[in-house]
């Protein structure tokens, strides 16, 4: 802490950990006198990242650009520590903050650790209880919760899943969690710049997708390991009776560019009229996008976190969910991958009027928008101790 400024050095690689590291990094900013800010990006997804460091103004001090192509979980860990503990000894921060279940954030966890400098990992605490599902997500956190410092809890929730490992509570902070900053910080743009009619034209000319009132969309979106195979094809089956039965209705799939996700998508769905398989978007036009939506499929943590603030009931894809919060609550329902399921479901919330209404209209349960704020302020407090 040269100059009594706190040195935090950010590590992630992945688009949802830089959406959600924004904020924190943004309210770290603001804070000159109080914070020396380093960013170091593992570039594990390059494709999906770069696009949101743009659009959140995020410039890394350190790009690893460790992706390539066909990258097994091996080879990924391996070239993250390498890169990372070299970052690490160059830098010596105070402070290392990781966010959420990526392979990025074990392995910089595991680097910190190794030299002996104190971690902070946002968004902890999500569970599952079962270490293949997600996979390897599940492993990630609760390894990452062993070796960090400071456990920056999104919910009640979370802080009673980490008190019940056993963790201080005196080192649990239940702060919101800041998907939620970066969205509305991302709806107030939209909003105040007159976005909307752009981002509508834009959806029609590059991907013949009109957003328009009269006709519901279905957003989708599916990424999940343990989902490739079977799972994928079932998701598919399903989608085809939705789209038969619902002419009213289109589907608009960003297709993840896996392609344990590109194959089986495209052979069974490429030929459905009302839907449309469109490449994976940038952050800003697919807030928008899930703004225009009607229901939302996902097998995604984030958008289960984003949906209930834009009133957007959510068919989650999985069979289990680290954030109950949102199924308790009502704003979203585990569907996993069954096609008499999903179809079930989707066709419910097509025509039961008051079963919609109440999962559109429920209180967002994972944050105020003010988490970034909250983290940066106990991290301050914390390392001046």
């Known amino acids: 802490m040269g100059n009594n400024k706190i040195t935090v050095l950010f590590v992630f690689g992945t688009r949802p950990e830089a959406i959600k590291m924004a904020p924190v990094i943004q309210a770290c900013e603001r804070y000159p006198d109080r914070f020396d800010t380093r960013i170091c990006v593992t570039a594990q997804h ?7 460091l743009e659009f959140f103004d995020i410039h890394p001090h350190y790009d690893l650009d460790i992706m390539t192509k066909k990258q097994s979980l091996p080879d990924l860990t391996a070239l993250a520590l390498t890169g990372i503990t070299g970052v690490m000894e160059r830098e010596a921060p105070d402070v290392v903050c990781v966010q959420g279940d990526t392979t ?3 392995v910089a966890a595991q680097a910190a650790f190794y030299l002996k400098i104190p971690i902070a990992h946002i968004e902890a605490g999500l569970r599952t209880n079962n270490k293949y599902s997600p996979f390897p997500e599940e492993i990630n956190r609760r ?16 802080k009673e899943n980490l008190l019940a490992e056993g963790f201080e509570a005196s080192s649990i902070f239940v702060t919101g969690n800041t998907v939620i900053d970066a969205l509305e910080w991302a709806l107030i743009k939209q909003n ?19 957003l328009t009132n009269h006709v ?8 999940r390991r343990e989902s490739f195979g079977e799972g994928f094809q079932r998701i598919c089956q399903a989608l085809q009776i939705v789209a038969r ?70 068919l989650v894809m999985r069979d289990t969910s680290e ?31 008051d079963a919609y209404q109440r999962m559109a209209n429920v209180v967002n349960p994972y944050g105020d928008g003010k988490a970034g704020e909250r983290i940066v302020n106990i991290l301050s407090q914390q390392m001046r101790r």
Do not use: C
């Open 46 to 52: 390059r494709e999906m990242l770069d696009q949101v």
């Open 104 to 106: 990025t954030t074990l």
């Open 143 to 158: 390894l990452t919760s062993v070796m960090s410092d400071f456990h920056f809890a999104p919910t009640e929730g979370a």
């Open 192 to 210: 105040s710049t007159g976005l909307h009619e752009k981002w509508r034209a834009w959806f029609l000319s590059e991907h013949g997708v009109s």
């Open 216 to 223: 519901k969309t279905i957003l989708v979106t599916g990424h």
């Open 245 to 314: 039965d619902n002419h009213d209705v289109r589907i608009v799939y960003p297709v993840h560019l896996n392609p344990h996700v590109q194959e089986p998508v495209y052979s069974l769905l490429g030929n459905m009229e009302n839907i449309h398989l469109i490449p994976p978007l940038d952050y800003e036009p697919f807030i928008f996008l899930m703004s225009q939506s009607h229901i939302i499929l996902t097998d995604s943590g984030g958008i289960q976190e984003e949906a209930p603030t834009l009133g957007v009931p959510v």
């Open 323 to 353: 954030r109950p919060e949102g199924i308790a609550a009502g704003s979203a329902r585990l569907v996993g991958t069954n096609v008499e399921t999903i179809v079930t479901e989707t066709r419910r919330l097509l025509t039961d009027r």
